[in-house]
């Protein structure tokens, strides 16, 4: 099975998504500034926290896809 260097656009795509989840995840629940994320609920469930899950995945996922897919 071959293994082909995903592309710097990959790299950087990723780099933003997993850059603003962090970013989401630890203003959600780190303590040591004040949030800067409007509340933004639906029901109890906070959409920031799903928002940020969402962006993790895709973190994975396009570099998955961007090492397994050539040109890509």
Do not use: Q
């Amino acid at each position: 099975m071959s293994w082909t260097p995903p592309t710097k656009l990959v790299v950087i795509l990723t780099l933003l998504f997993m850059i603003f989840g962090i970013f989401i995840f630890l203003d959600l629940e780190a303590l040591f500034w004040a949030s800067i994320l409007p509340p933004f609920n639906i029901g109890p469930y906070s959409l920031w926290f799903m928002i940020a899950l969402v962006l993790f995945f895709l973190t994975w996922f396009l570099f998955f896809l961007g090492v397994k897919l050539k040109g890509l």
